[in-house]
């Protein structure tokens, strides 16, 4: 099952902003992306392969359990 929470710990890994993220996906940096970073949403193929590629991970990553994730608070 898709995980948004990895989508923040990434984020936060990798020292990026939301908005660069929103940005590469839909072109408005203002975009929010609490969608992607909730659970209960399920992306697209297309979004996710996109976020994959920004990341610099691959799609299966967004298929982590939270208790494997790292503390990102």
Request: proline fraction near 7%.
């Amino acid at each position: 099952m898709y995980n948004g929470k990895v989508v923040k710990a990434l984020l936060a890994a990798k020292g990026l902003k939301g908005t660069q993220l929103s940005n590469y996906l839909f072109g408005d940096p203002r975009r929010s992306l609490t969608p992607l970073c909730n659970e209960g949403v399920n992306p697209g193929v297309n979004v996710l392969e996109k976020m994959a590629q920004f990341l610099e991970v691959s799609t299966d990553a967004f298929f982590t359990p939270t208790e494997e994730l790292p503390d990102i608070n």
